[in-house]
C-alpha cells in the first residue's frame, strides 16, 4: 500500500509517499481503507519533535512512528475474528491512538477509539476528532456549565472551532477572540460575541468570565487575569512560555483557589462515541481550510507549520468529489 514515511525527524521534505506491507488485522481488530485523514499539530510536533524531552516519548535518535496521521475516516475491509461491533464495507471514523492513518489501510481494535459514521456526512468531513478531544478536555476540565460565561482565545484553529462549537452544545455565552479573517465564522460556529485581536486589545474589555480558554497557546494567564470572575478558571492547550502553565495548574491545586487547570486529554473513545451523537444531532461541524492528496502530504505539513490553518488540514486518501459515506467505492489501486 502507499504510505507517507518518516525515517527521520526534519523537515516535511524527509516525508517520502513509499509503498509499504499492507498492515494485517489481528483478533479483535478491523482493517479500514483510509478515505480521508488529517495533518494537525501534532503530527508536525511528531515530525519535529520540540521541546527535545518529547524524542523520550517519540524515539530519542530516530522516530518509533513511521507513517504519521491520527484522525481517519474510511471503510471497514476487513473484519479479524472475534470482531462483533463492525462489518466489511461499514464507514467508519476516529483516532489511531499509535498514529499510521497517513496511509491507504490501517488496523484499529474495535474496542478502541472508532464508530461508524454518521450516514450522510463526508468522510472529509468526519476527520474533526483530535481537536475535538483537545477542545473537550478542556471544557470538561474547566467545568463549564449551562449559561456560564467562557472567552475563548484563538478561536479559529483545530481546537478553538471545536471548543466554539462544543461550549456552545453545554449551553455556555461564547466570546470568541479572532483575527479579523474568522469573525464571521466563529458566529456562524455559535459565539456570541466574536473580538477582532487586530482591532481591540481584548485583556482590557469591560467584562468577566467565568471561563477563559487559550485554545492556541498564545496568551498567559497573567494577560487575562484581569477577565476572570472572582471564582473564575484559566485552561490553555499548550504549557505556555516556560512551561508556566503546569506550574500554575499545579500551585492552583495546592492552594485550592482552582485558577489555573491544565487539561489531559481524556478517554478517546468516550470522545468518539460523544461526537458521533454531536454530529448526528448537527451541533459539530468541520471546518475545513484547505484538502491535500496523499501525494502533496508534506505541502499540508508545510502549511500546518505556518500556524494559520482555519480549522482543519484535510489529506485525502482517496481523492473524490463524492466522498460521501456509503456512495464511493475505493478505486482500483496499483499500490495494494
Ligand atoms: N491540534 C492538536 O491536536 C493539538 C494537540 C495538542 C496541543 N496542541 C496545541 O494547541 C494549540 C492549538 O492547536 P491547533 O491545532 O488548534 O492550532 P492551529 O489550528 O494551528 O491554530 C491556528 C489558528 O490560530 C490562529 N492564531 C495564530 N496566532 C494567533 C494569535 N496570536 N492569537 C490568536 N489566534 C492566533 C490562526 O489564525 P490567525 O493567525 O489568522 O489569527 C489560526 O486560525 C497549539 O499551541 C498546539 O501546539 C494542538
Redesign the pocket.
Given at each position: 500500500m502507499k504510505a507517507a514515511v518518516n525515517t527521520r525527524y526534519g523537515s516535511p521534505d524527509v516525508l517520502q509517499i513509499r509503498d509499504v506491507p499492507k498492515p494485517e488485522p489481528n483478533a479483535g481488530e478491523v482493517l479500514i481503507r483510509v478515505y480521508s485523514t488529517t495533518v494537525?499539530?501534532?503530527d508536525f510536533?511528531m515530525l519535529r519533535p520540540e521541546p527535545f524531552f518529547i524524542r523520550l516519548f517519540a524515539g530519542l535518535l530516530r522516530p518509533k512512528r513511521t507513517i504519521l496521521g491520527m484522525d481517519f475516516a474510511g471503510k471497514v475491509e476487513v473484519v479479524a475474528p472475534g470482531v462483533t461491533l463492525f462489518k466489511p464495507g461499514d464507514c467508519v471514523f476516529g483516532m489511531s491512538p499509535t498514529y499510521g492513518a497517513h496511509a491507504e489501510y490501517l488496523c484499529m481494535s474495535e474496542n478502541g477509539p472508532i464508530a461508524t459514521m454518521p450516514g450522510d456526512t463526508r468522510f472529509d468531513e468526519a476527520v474533526i476528532c483530535?481537536?475535538a478531544w483537545?477542545a473537550n478536555s478542556c471544557l470538561r476540565k474547566l467545568n463549564l456549565a449551562p449559561n456560564q460565561k467562557i472567552l475563548i482565545?484563538?478561536a479559529?484553529?483545530?481546537?478553538?472551532t471545536a471548543a466554539v462549537q462544543l461550549a456552545k452544545f453545554y449551553g455556555a455565552e461564547v466570546t470568541a477572540?479572532?483575527?479579523t479573517?474568522?469573525l464571521d465564522l466563529v458566529k456562524s460556529l455559535g459565539a456570541h460575541r466574536a473580538i477582532d485581536?487586530t482591532a481591540e486589545d481584548f485583556t482590557q474589555i469591560d467584562e468577566t468570565f467565568d471561563c477563559v480558554l487559550d485554545?492556541?497557546?498564545?496568551t498567559t494567564f497573567f494577560r487575562c487575569r484581569r477577565l476572570l470572575s472572582s471564582s473564575g478558571t484559566f485552561a490553555a492547550?499548550?504549557l505556555g512560555p516556560w512551561g508556566q502553565n503546569a506550574f500554575l495548574a499545579i500551585w492552583s491545586r495546592v492552594t485550592g483557589r482552582n485558577r489555573v487547570v491544565f487539561p489531559l486529554p481524556g478517554s478517546a473513545k468516550a470522545l468518539i462515541d460523544f461526537l458521533k451523537l454531536r454530529m448526528e444531532a448537527g451541533e459539530i461541524r468541520a471546518v475545513i481550510d484547505r484538502k491535500y492528496p496523499l501525494d502533496a502530504v508534506a505541502d499540508a505539513y508545510s502549511y500546518?507549520e505556518t500556524?494559520?490553518?482555519?480549522g482543519i488540514v484535510v489529506v485525502n486518501v482517496i481523492a473524490s468529489d463524492e466522498n460521501t459515506a456509503g456512495n464511493i467505492d475505493p478505486p482500483d489501486n496499483p499500490h495494494n
Open positions: 494537525g499539530r501534532t510536533g483530535e481537536g483537545y482565545y484563538g479559529s484553529g483545530a481546537i478553538g477572540v479572532v483575527q479573517r474568522h485581536y485554545a492556541v497557546g498564545k492547550t499548550d500546518v500556524e494559520q490553518k482555519t
